[in-house]
């Protein structure tokens, strides 16, 4: 009998990862026991949580060690989708969701006295990333197993993730998140497939025996990364894909011989320096230190991956000649761009491929996903920097950049303007490498996530390299995925929708359109809102627990959550609070709808300006809500620590969805599909994946305002002045006095003022042009909201025709378009 066959036989011989309910207790108390080392009279809901995740991981393994024996025997096309951030949430419920077992383990550890609730509780939430980037890889990931797609998520496995939010005295604090402290049950150590990274020194060239030109790079330091596998499962699939983290480890982790010599620090020096580079997510890159270990944790993972594809092209027995065919590898964003030139290195260095061959297999290789408009945000490195870690990697970009400006020069006659502007290089004042221009140029496709970002990308931030090679462009937007932000986030709405329209709309979300034939029917529209109502008193009970504050869930619950920036403009909402507070105390009669206005989200910790619009939220807070005259008409909470585990209980909650970036900022969004699919209206800009939101709801389901990014440009060449603007308007002339006068600041005029001094000089992001459009758009969601069965039926509709923003579809369209990748069927061994 056979290795494949025996192990087989094993399996199929025992019911050690059974799903029958017996079977389950027996496992998890064999876990409880010889995993944790516990017995029930004695463990804790730590150790029952640790048993649990164990328990449903055994028969998740199952499905992995499948699906793998599939993908090999079939010499699989495979996505390689590289991100820096994999943002994916707690694990548990999430897998309980897609295996389709929710209910029954929660029966079975019911029957053994647990509840399953306080179990999900205790689960640490891995924040592998800052915000909707990491969200959206993790549903990618997610969706990508659903649809049985061949797929490898490459990411870091950072020690530590983004940091814990608190806010102390209105401020925030930045504290260290140790995800890792009672170990991760997910995940599998792989130092099998461990990968030599190297960094820094020189490089020198040789003549080889075919007395050909090469280059060797000599490295100052080696590292090793050492993979970490967690799987992942698509939803009642037997798909179960893989997340391989990258974890920087020394190649020799104690000098005996410095130790001897009485140097004990020295002896784990090398240990200590090279797990730096994977302690912590993003380190802060406003100084040089932060910029060099954020370029060499790019490097770092980017280089395990494609060594790790390689090693798996090869035990298929590929050759490297065919390793496009083999791997279509996604940049998620910039920060994997230097994959380029790491995937040039390797065949032209490693495997002595001529130049064009190597060029042809990289170029067809990867696609690009750009992720922003800000200029800011799209990554470039000083030279000096570039040249000291990566001196082989800067070699092979001037040579490719020599090359495609050649291309340029003869596409474009005579315009220097045009080539300078295409360099990979930037030659204005210091230089950089654009890693932007190295992305687009080393891929086969480049992509936006929404339409509008789309159509920006080419007449603006890649407007060049549209016009050079407009075949490479397209547009797909983006989504989430509705077994996380629906089936775990609001259990009751899916019943609701179970018992309408059956359970099939967690894996085809069009088929909630069903329910519009719904929309007026009374006894439906009460459910409906009887299950909202629940939903804010469950999140009226965190905020409390949280913030200490108490709530009214029979208010409006008023929402904005998400990273908090200038751009996204969490300070323009601000400036209607204050207004609607300065109504009130003008004229205690005055018809304001009872609101509760919830923020959450955290600032980047060099981030100056985020950190004081926190401050600015929290000290409005701390007078509206302690002020008898307005005492449950209006309040202010700022929830602290925003995670994909406090999404999951904000967005069933609210009622309406703060979407209010100016437009041809915001890239797509994806909170604003979350909110929508779980019910909640949206005040928003025609701005990212809101266009797409108000045209599949319906404009009558949506409150728009603002100016569109064409008359937001058009304002902006006209010679723009806030000052004007706020004279001219006596209600912000009057909340911007209530600031800058000190009334949420007990008199202190300095506090705001650099908020104040942005909208009265600068207003980069118009919010005194929108802010009279964003006023009247606020009283209209007023009379919607006093109208109980007209948003109601928004509500409904809103939900019902949110299909288009799953994941699935946007994975479906990367795999027909970009990828040409199938699924695969995985039968179980």
């Known amino acids: 009998m056979s290795p494949t066959e025996l192990s087989a036989d094993l399996l199929h011989a025992s019911d050690r990862t059974s799903l029958s309910k017996d079977s389950f207790k027996r496992a998890f108390i064999d876990n409880l026991f010889y995993t944790q080392g516990k017995f029930l009279q004695v463990a804790t809901h730590k150790d029952y949580y640790q048993a649990l995740a164990y328990t449903v991981r055994d028969r998740l393994l199952y499905r992995w060690v499948s699906t793998a024996t599939a993908y090999t025997g079939q010499v699989s096309r495979t996505v390689s989708y590289l991100s820096a951030e994999f943002l994916m949430g707690p694990s548990l419920g999430n897998t309980l969701i897609n295996l389709g077992i929710l209910d029954e383990v929660r029966q079975a550890v019911g029957e053994l006295g647990l509840d399953l609730t306080d179990l999900l509780d205790q689960e640490a939430e891995p924040g592998l990333g800052n915000g909707g980037l990491g969200r959206l890889a993790a549903c990618f990931i997610d969706s990508l197993a659903t649809l049985e797609l061949p797929a490898l998520g490459y990411g870091i496995r950072y020690e530590h993730g983004i940091f814990y939010q608190t806010i102390v005295d209105g401020w925030q604090v930045e504290n260290t998140d140790n995800w890792l402290r009672y170990g991760n049950p997910w995940e599998i150590r792989r130092p099998e497939w461990s990968v030599e990274v190297k960094i820094g020194g020189f490089t020198e060239t040789y003549t080889d025996t075919e007395d050909r030109h090469r280059v060797r790079w000599v490295p100052a330091k080696t590292v090793v990364g050492v993979p970490f596998d967690s799987p992942i499962p698509g939803y009642r699939v037997n798909t179960a894909n893989t997340l391989r983290l990258w974890s920087a480890e020394a190649t020799q982790s104690f000098d005996f011989e410095v130790f001897n010599r009485g140097d004990y620090l020295g002896a784990v020096n090398k240990k200590v320096t090279s797990e730096n580079l994977t302690k912590i997510l993003y380190p802060n890159d406003e100084t040089p230190q932060g910029k060099e270990l954020r370029l060499e944790q790019q490097y770092f993972f980017v280089a395990?991956?494609?060594?790790?594809?390689?090693?798996?092209?090869?035990?298929?027995?590929?050759?490297?000649?065919?390793?496009?065919?083999?791997?279509?590898?996604?940049?998620?964003?910039?920060?994997?761009?230097?994959?380029?030139?790491?995937?040039?290195?390797?065949?032209?260095?490693?495997?002595?491929?001529?130049?064009?061959?190597?060029?042809?297999?990289?170029?067809?290789?990867?696609?690009?996903?750009?992720?922003?408009?800000?200029?800011?945000?799209?990554?470039?490195?000083?030279?000096?920097?570039?040249?000291?870690?990566l001196p082989r990697h800067l070699e092979l970009i001037f040579e490719i950049n020599e090359r495609f400006l050649h291309d340029v020069r003869v596409a474009f006659l005579g315009d220097e303007a045009r080539v300078r502007a295409l360099s990979l290089i930037d030659e204005t004042g210091e230089r950089y490498v654009r890693m932007a221009h190295l992305a687009t140029v080393g891929s086969h496709a480049v992509n936006g996530v929404a339409t509008l970002h789309s159509d920006l990308l080419k007449k603006d931030v890649l407007a060049d390299f549209y016009a050079l090679s407009p075949q490479k462009f397209h547009s797909i937007t983006n989504g989430v995925?509705?077994?996380?932000?629906?089936?775990?986030?609001?259990?009751?709405?899916?019943?609701?929708?179970?018992?309408?329209?059956?359970?099939?709309?967690?894996?085809?979300?069009?088929?909630?359109?069903?329910?519009?034939?719904?929309?007026?029917?009374?006894?439906?529209?009460?459910?409906?809102?009887?299950?909202?109502?629940?939903?804010?008193?469950?999140?009226?009970?965190?905020?409390?627990?949280?913030?200490?504050?108490?709530?009214?869930?029979?208010?409006?619950?008023?929402v904005q959550v998400k990273r908090i920036h200038e751009y996204k403009r969490q300070h323009l909402a601000v400036l209607q609070i204050i207004a609607m507070y300065h109504r009130l105390k003008s004229d205690p009669n005055a018809e304001v709808l009872p609101r509760t206005f919830i923020f959450s989200g955290k600032a980047a910790?060099?981030?100056?300006?985020?950190?004081?619009?926190?401050?600015?939220?929290?000290?409005?807070?701390?007078?509206?809500?302690?002020?008898?005259?307005?005492?449950?008409?209006?309040?202010?909470?700022?929830?602290?620590?925003?995670?994909?585990?406090?999404?999951?209980?904000?967005?069933?909650?609210?009622?309406?969805?703060?979407?209010?970036?100016?437009?041809?900022?915001?890239?797509?969004g994806t909170g604003n599909m979350k909110f929508a699919m779980n019910g909640a209206l949206t005040i928003g800009t025609m701005d990212g994946a809101n266009i797409e939101i108000c045209e599949e709801v319906g404009s009558d389901n949506f409150f728009t305002f603002g100016m569109t990014a064409a008359q937001v440009e058009e304002r902006r060449r006209a010679g723009y002045d806030?000052?004007?603007?706020?004279?001219?308007?006596?209600?912000?002339?009057?909340?911007?006095?209530?600031?800058?006068?000190?009334l949420f600041s007990r008199g202190d005029t300095e506090l705001f003022k650099p908020i104040i001094d942005g909208l009265l000089w600068h207003d980069t992001y118009m919010l005194a042009a929108d802010y009279a459009s964003y006023s009247d758009c606020q009283l209209e969601v007023d009379r919607a909201y006093r109208d109980t069965a007209r948003w109601?039926?928004?509500?409904?509709?809103?939900?019902?025709?949110?299909?288009?923003?799953?994941?699935?579809?946007?994975?479906?369209?990367?795999?027909?378009?970009?990828?040409?990748?199938?699924?695969?069927?995985?039968?179980?061994?």
């Open 304 to 389: 395990c991956s494609l060594h790790d594809m390689i090693r798996i092209l090869k035990g298929q027995g590929g050759s490297i000649e065919r390793f496009h065919e083999k791997f279509a590898v996604q940049l998620n964003d910039t920060h994997p761009a230097i994959g380029v030139a790491e995937l040039m290195r390797i065949l032209v260095d490693d495997y002595l491929l001529p130049w064009n061959d190597a060029w042809s297999i990289t170029t067809q290789t990867f696609g690009y996903t750009n992720h922003t408009l800000l200029p800011e945000a799209l990554e470039r490195w000083p030279l000096d920097l570039f040249r000291r870690l």
């Open 481 to 558: 995925t509705p077994r996380r932000w629906l089936a775990l986030a609001n259990p009751r709405l899916c019943e609701l929708f179970r018992e309408t329209i059956g359970d099939g709309w967690a894996k085809e979300l069009d088929q909630l359109r069903r329910l519009e034939r719904h929309a007026d029917d009374a006894a439906f529209a009460e459910r409906w809102r009887a299950i909202k109502l629940d939903n804010k008193r469950q999140l009226a009970d965190l905020i409390v627990q949280r913030t200490g504050i108490e709530v009214d869930p029979e208010s409006m619950f008023d």
């Open 605 to 668: 910790p060099g981030y100056a300006i985020a950190k004081l619009m926190i401050r600015l939220i929290t000290a409005i807070g701390d007078v509206i809500n302690y002020d008898p005259e307005v005492r449950g008409r209006l309040k202010v909470v700022f929830m602290p620590n925003f995670s994909v585990t406090t999404g999951q209980r904000i967005y069933p909650g609210a009622d309406l969805s703060e979407q209010i970036s100016l437009a041809g900022k915001e890239a797509s």
């Open 722 to 742: 806030p000052r004007e603007v706020i004279e001219a308007n006596p209600e912000l002339h009057a909340v911007v006095e209530l600031i800058r006068n000190g």
């Open 792 to 829: 109601t039926r928004m509500s409904i509709l809103n939900v019902a025709r949110s299909g288009k923003f799953s994941s699935d579809r946007s994975i479906q369209e990367y795999a027909d378009k970009i990828w040409k990748v199938t699924p695969v069927s995985v039968p179980l061994l």
